[in-house]
């Protein structure tokens, strides 16, 4: 199946797959956020219950601590001889100094603990003998005296109205022979506030506690007025829950005392654990929009910083298809990255087309002015052959043999030269028009010119360019033979040299000079009669069959000239 962006551009592309790719990072960071979230509350949750697991074990221990003070003090001998004594004689001196005694005794108890507000003993007869840092904190009598009828001697904590205290009491009994008579009542009050600060010093956060017992609120450090509905989770066990209260969320962590019927409340608002949750939120979506938009521009850039060479690269190839083979639309400058070896690959491909075009081009002209050279003293063909043909059949009619011979070769010739359309024929071919050539030339000079020829008949059949070897015959023949009074010989030769065939043409005339050879390398000497120079044989064959073939000029000044060519060996 194709990709579902199979069709868009490619700086399309790299921009959704940017996109997608964010998409997916984005996704994988909420669901990580949500799962750290997760653990994060969970771990507050679970240090806040252990907190106040340790906080409410120190505070039960503390209050633990004051009911054996609360025992060790209503079972002191020496506090009981001094109620016998107030509860015998209420209005004796006696009594007076032993009240003094009392409160000194009950002092002493007192002082052991900062957070104990005020002790307190009621006698027989409804007096009250109070002491301690801070006596206006008292419980109720009326209610004391309530909750300790069904007690049995045990201690009873309760609230004081209207301050943030509690009270310890119990009955006061004879434990002098085991009567356990009632001989007065104990009560120790608590000033909460202070026992807090003194006990849990550790932890400032605990310090927000509630304390619940029998369906009522003993204490709370704060100033909300909570309801015991708030907290109905009283008397079981210990742990945490998140609770709506008054239209607000907490998280109230309880455990209870393993002493007493109290139970211990913690309420953390749930904002403030949220409030880390939402502020990492809110960094992440920052983050996020932040990254969305670096994405959206450095995307695009990059997208199109690679599509922009890719497009310039596309618009070149289609007018390339359209035949405009020019550079100007590649720009000058690229990256050093594969786009860039595109664009170099591309500009070395059309130097290469255009180098083979002009090749093929120059060599098409080349042989075309080859072939209008050859051709263009040819007004009408038919009418030259007829005429020649008469010329003939007329010197034989009068037995002139010579001037038979001269028109029969200069017709074959002709023929020759102007029938074979194709740029290649074969030495066979080639040598044809050489021996016409010479046929005529040997009637004009007569023992003047010598002609040779050694060739194989294994090379008959090889190709060579029309009209390479009988130029350089003609070219001897014009600057040999007509500026020397001797004979002039011409030995044309063909052999294979090096899997190649060199096809060589000396003579033994004047020579030429070398700055005259240099003329004719570069064309500017031409030849005197046919027009075609040996320049323009050279880069014929150089065209057809490359730089390694052409043709080579050795001559000295009073010796000869030797015009050699170099030609693969190639057969029909």
């Given at each position: 199946m194709k990709p579902f962006n199979s069709n868009f551009r490619i700086k399309n592309k790299i921009f959704s797959v940017s996109l997608l790719l964010l998409m997916i990072f984005g996704l994988l960071g909420l669901v990580t956020f949500q799962y750290f979230t997760s653990s994060y509350e969970k771990r507050i949750y679970e240090e806040s219950a252990d907190m106040l697991q340790l906080s409410s074990s120190i505070v039960d221990k503390e209050l633990n601590m004051i009911e054996d003070l609360s025992f060790q003090v209503s079972?002191?001998?020496?506090?009981?001889?001094?109620?016998?004594?107030?509860?015998?004689?209420?209005?004796?001196?006696?009594?007076?100094?032993?009240?003094?005694?009392?409160?000194?005794?009950?002092?002493?108890?007192?002082?052991?603990?900062?957070?104990?507000?005020?002790?307190?003993?009621?006698?027989?007869?409804?007096?009250?003998?109070?002491?301690?840092?801070?006596?206006?904190l008292e419980n109720d009598r009326g209610k004391i005296g309530r909750v300790l009828s069904g007690s049995k001697g045990s201690n009873v904590w309760t609230k004081i109205?209207?301050?943030?205290?509690?009270?310890?009491?119990?009955?006061?009994?004879?434990?002098?022979?085991?009567?356990?008579?009632?001989?007065?009542?104990?009560?120790?009050?608590?000033?909460?506030?202070?026992?807090?600060?003194?006990?849990?010093?550790?932890?400032?956060?605990?310090?927000?506690?509630?304390?619940?017992?029998?369906?009522?609120?003993?204490?709370?450090?704060?100033?909300?007025?909570?309801?015991m509905s708030d907290f109905s989770n009283e008397n079981n066990g210990s742990g945490y829950m998140v609770e709506s209260i008054d239209g607000k969320e907490y998280l109230l962590t309880y455990s209870h005392s393993n002493f007493s019927q109290l139970t211990y409340h913690h309420l953390l608002p749930y904002g403030d654990i949220k409030k880390q949750t939402n502020a990492i939120k809110i960094i992440m979506i920052v983050c996020f929009l932040l990254m969305l938009t670096l994405t959206i521009l450095l995307s695009r850039r990059a997208a199109n910083n690679i599509s922009k060479p890719l497009e310039a690269l596309s618009s070149q190839m289609e007018k390339v298809q359209k035949g405009d083979f020019s550079e100007s639309a590649l720009p000058k400058e690229y990256y050093n990255d594969e786009i860039g070896e595109l664009h170099d690959n591309f500009r070395l491909m059309l130097n290469r087309i255009n180098e083979l075009i002009k090749e093929n081009y120059t060599k098409q002209l080349m042989i075309q002015e080859t072939e209008y050279k050859a051709l263009q003293a040819q007004i009408n063909p038919h009418f030259l052959y007829n005429t020649l043909d008469s010329i003939n059949w007329m010197a034989k009619i009068n037995k002139q043999e010579k001037i038979s011979v001269m028109a029969d070769a200069l017709g074959n010739m002709m023929r020759n030269i102007i029938s074979k359309k194709a740029p290649m024929i074969?030495?066979?071919?080639?040598?044809?028009?050489?021996?016409?050539?010479?046929?005529?030339?040997?009637?004009?000079?007569?023992?003047?010119?010598?002609?040779?020829?050694?060739?194989?008949?294994?090379?008959?059949?090889?190709?060579?360019?029309?009209?390479?070897?009988?130029?350089?015959?003609?070219?001897?023949?014009?600057?040999?033979?007509?500026?020397?009074?001797?004979?002039?010989?011409?030995?044309?030769?063909?052999s294979e040299v090096n899997d190649g065939l060199e096809i060589v043409?000396?003579?033994?005339?004047?020579?030429?000079?070398?700055?005259?050879?240099?003329?004719?390398?570069?064309?500017?000497?031409?030849?005197?009669?046919?027009?075609?120079?040996?320049?323009?044989?050279?880069?014929?064959?150089?065209?057809?069959?490359?730089?390694?073939?052409?043709?080579?000029?050795?001559?000295?000044?009073?010796?000869?000239?030797?015009?050699?060519?170099?030609?693969?060996?190639?057969?029909?």
């Open positions: 079972t002191d001998s020496i506090i009981q001889n001094y109620l016998k004594t107030i509860n015998e004689n209420r209005y004796s001196f006696e009594s007076y100094d032993t009240k003094m005694k009392l409160l000194e005794r009950m002092l002493s108890y007192a002082s052991t603990r900062k957070y104990i507000a005020s002790m307190q003993i009621i006698d027989l007869h409804g007096q009250k003998h109070t002491t301690g840092f801070d006596t206006s109205e209207g301050e943030n205290g509690i009270s310890s009491a119990r009955q006061i009994r004879k434990k002098a022979n085991l009567s356990l008579q009632n001989i007065g009542t104990l009560i120790i009050s608590i000033d909460m506030d202070t026992f807090v600060d003194e006990t849990l010093n550790f932890s400032p956060e605990n310090k927000d506690m509630v304390i619940t017992s029998m369906h009522e609120i003993f204490y709370q450090s704060n100033d909300s007025e909570w309801e074969t030495i066979k071919e080639e040598l044809e028009i050489v021996r016409n050539y010479i046929t005529i030339q040997k009637y004009r000079y007569e023992h003047r010119l010598n002609f040779s020829l050694d060739i194989s008949e294994v090379y008959e059949d090889s190709l060579i360019p029309k009209l390479s070897i009988q130029p350089i015959v003609e070219n001897a023949i014009q600057h040999g033979l007509e500026e020397m009074i001797d004979e002039c010989r011409i030995h044309l030769k063909i043409v000396s003579d033994n005339g004047p020579g030429i000079e070398e700055d005259q050879l240099g003329g004719i390398y570069r064309g500017e000497i031409r030849s005197k009669s046919s027009g075609i120079g040996l320049n323009n044989i050279n880069e014929r064959i150089k065209m057809m069959f490359g730089d390694e073939y052409g043709l080579t000029i050795d001559s000295e000044v009073g010796v000869g000239t030797r015009v050699s060519i170099q030609l693969p060996l190639k057969a029909e």
